[in-house]
Nanobody, 119 residues
Framework: QVHLVESGGGLVQAGGSLRLSCAAS????????MGWYRQAPGKQRDLVAR???????YYADSMKGRFTISRDNAKNTVYLQMNSLKPEDTAVYYC?????????????WGQGTQVTVSS
């Protein structure tokens, strides 16, 4: 059973920083592609950043230069460092894992953590 547990969300003023963590269990973490998505009220869930099992990273345009995704395979954890936060970054942030099982890859989600940026 795969579990993803996010932490680190909260309330921060514009210009501030937060670091989100996602602890994974139930899989061989180092083989997983990991990512962060976010969903604001009334909007679709969008990709924020992802990191492959090999360490390659990708960011949505509005996050480039402000957010950094990283992973610690020894701790089975993926992080999202968020700097220069803006009110429009307010959303529920979800951890995502794409896990290979044979030739098929399966998607798993965490329960989400709220990030609120006040102006």
């Amino acid at each position: 059973q795969v579990h993803l547990v996010e932490s680190g969300g909260g309330l921060v003023q514009a210009g501030g920083s937060l670091r989100l963590s996602c602890a994974a269990s139930g899989s061989i973490f180092s083989r997983n592609d990991m990512g962060w998505y976010r969903q604001a009220p009334g909007k679709q869930r969008d990709l924020v950043a992802r990191i492959t099992s090999g360490g390659s990273t990708y960011y949505a345009d509005s996050m480039k230069g402000r957010f950094t995704i990283s992973r610690d395979n020894a701790k089975n954890t993926v992080y999202l460092q968020m700097n220069s936060l803006k009110p429009e970054d307010t959303a529920v942030y979800y951890c995502h894992a794409r896990i290979p099982e044979g030739i098929v890859k399966y998607d798993y989600w965490g329960q989400g953590t709220q990030v609120t940026v006040s102006s």
